[in-house]
């Protein structure tokens, strides 16, 4: 009996803590030396260009990897595709026929960029890596819903605004966002630039939902899904965080209002070593900005940081790795 | 005496195997007849439907594939016989698949557009500024 017991422990053990550490022993640097060594001006022969991209690898992981890592380096994300279509989503939110006649259009607008130039918004990224997979006989959905970016509010999030992928390798099903894996959009300057985040390549699912929150709740790949709410209220993390750390231990919110003189506690599991000196805080209020040296302990890969608020006020609290913005907090300090 | 006998034997199922042989031969070349398929395909959306170009035909289980041209046309370029089966397929449109029959020469097919809605959401690396702090 204990002997089961034991056994479906590690099940449950092995179960929950594996999505990119599954591949751990897998070396990608073929994969990705194809990836980045093969260029196509068009995608017009998506289905040759998919083998050729996919010849000689062996299994479907690193297939999955080298068409992954070609559409994250190839396809850009294109502003002013992304700006139409919020625009007139936004105008025919409340007319469900116009906004149908809308998307039709769109879509067809949308598939021509991508085969033609190469350029998309979200759900153009995830059509590209569905439609390739099954060129390789690998399993992958397209997923919709409520991607959290700077400056969402809960209000927001009537609407959803994201799309991204499953995909079932081994028999098992992972998480992954070509489109935010792929670079930066500055939509001030209506320019993007690529620069690849491995962070959103089979990410842990207890951290995807920091920033992704599906419409159907069994694509989280969570057992246990937070409500709406409970998401829109989660603390804001950024794109380098997806990098550096494989959860997010505490606080579970993003607005606190703690007293003077309490000491709050952050916490975060951590990919790899990092240089704890480089760790900072940075307070931003109404009058100035502050660079605060938290008190830093590292024990078994978990990051500790300890914070004792000395002052009354309102705070965003920034967590930096070194240059790397991680996550944002906001506290309210009372008496 | 028994010889003969063996020869005559001999021909007579040599001839009967022939015959045998020439039937199936002749049946089997009927059966694989290969055929050059050509065709055009169209996407049908709620309100139009229109040509597509750049969409995939493939051959199921194969990697033999082609696209079609700004027309909307494909000539598969592999002799398809009986029971082949095709898949057509375009981005943001439901996959087709069409069995191939002796009378198959010419296809014209049309995908209807799947229902995904299509969203975008921007990355950001901009750091956020509460909205008190804004004013």
């Not at chain 1, 149908?100 to 190469?118: A, T």
């Not at chain 2, 290969?34 to 996407?43: I, S």
Request: hydrophobic content about 40%.
């Amino acid at each position: 009996m204990k002997k089961i017991i034991f056994f479906l422990f590690v099940f449950f053990i092995s179960n929950c803590f594996s999505q990119q550490s599954d591949f751990a022993h897998i070396d990608f640097t073929a994969a990705d030396k194809r990836a980045k060594s093969y260029k196509s001006r068009n995608l017009l022969k998506l289905n040759q260009f998919t083998y050729k991209l996919t010849k000689g690898f062996k299994t479907d992981i690193e297939k999955f990897r080298v068409i992954y890592l070609w559409i994250t380096s190839n396809v850009s994300n294109d502003y002013r595709l992304y700006a139409l279509n919020k625009r007139k989503r936004d105008r025919f939110e409340k007319d469900s026929i116009k906004l149908l006649e809308w998307n039709s259009k769109f879509k067809k607008k949308l598939f021509k960029k991508l085969l033609r130039k190469k350029r998309t918004v979200c759900t153009g990224y995830a059509y590209l890596l569905k439609e390739m997979c099954s060129v390789v006989g690998i399993d992958a959905k397209i997923v919709n819903g409520f991607g959290r970016a700077n400056g969402m509010e809960i209000d927001d999030l009537e609407y959803p605004n994201h799309s991204w992928n499953i995909v079932k390798l081994n028999n098992k099903w992972y998480l992954c966002d070509p489109t935010w894996a792929s670079g930066t959009s500055y939509p001030e300057e209506g320019k993007f630039i690529f620069d690849y985040n491995n962070g959103f390549f089979l990410t842990e699912p207890n951290l995807f939902i920091f920033n992704h929150y599906p419409l159907y709740h069994e694509y989280s790949l969570l057992k246990s899904v937070p409500s709406i709410k409970e998401f829109a209220e989660k603390p804001l993390l950024y794109g380098n965080a997806f990098n550096l750390i494989s959860e997010h231990i505490s606080p579970a919110k993003m607005h606190h209002v703690i007293q003077k003189d309490s000491t709050f506690t952050f916490q975060y599991k951590l990919k790899e070593k990092i240089d704890l000196n480089k760790v900072k805080l940075i307070f931003v209020n109404a009058a100035n900005e502050n660079n605060i040296k938290p008190k830093v302990i590292i024990h078994n890969n978990i990051l500790t940081v300890n914070h004792t608020f000395k002052k009354r006020g309102y705070y965003d609290v920034h967590l930096y790795f070194d240059k790397d913005i991680i996550a944002t907090y906001v506290f309210k300090i009372i008496k | 005496m028994k010889t003969t006998k063996t020869i005559s034997v001999n021909k007579s199922t040599f001839a009967f195997l022939g015959l045998i042989l020439s039937i199936l031969f002749f049946s089997n070349s009927f059966q694989a007849q290969e055929m050059e398929v050509k065709g055009v395909v169209k996407g049908k959306s709620e309100s139009i439907t229109e040509i597509l170009s750049g969409a995939t035909v493939y051959l199921k289980g194969t990697n033999d594939a082609t696209s079609t041209n700004r027309k909307g046309e494909f000539t598969f370029p592999k002799k398809l016989k009986k029971g082949d089966v095709l898949v057509f397929s375009y981005l943001g449109y439901k996959r087709k698949q069409v069995k191939i029959t002796e009378k198959t020469s010419f296809l014209s097919v049309v995908l209807l557009e799947d229902d995904n809605e299509m969203l975008g959401a921007l990355n950001s690396n901009k750091r956020f500024k509460s909205k008190r702090l804004k004013q």
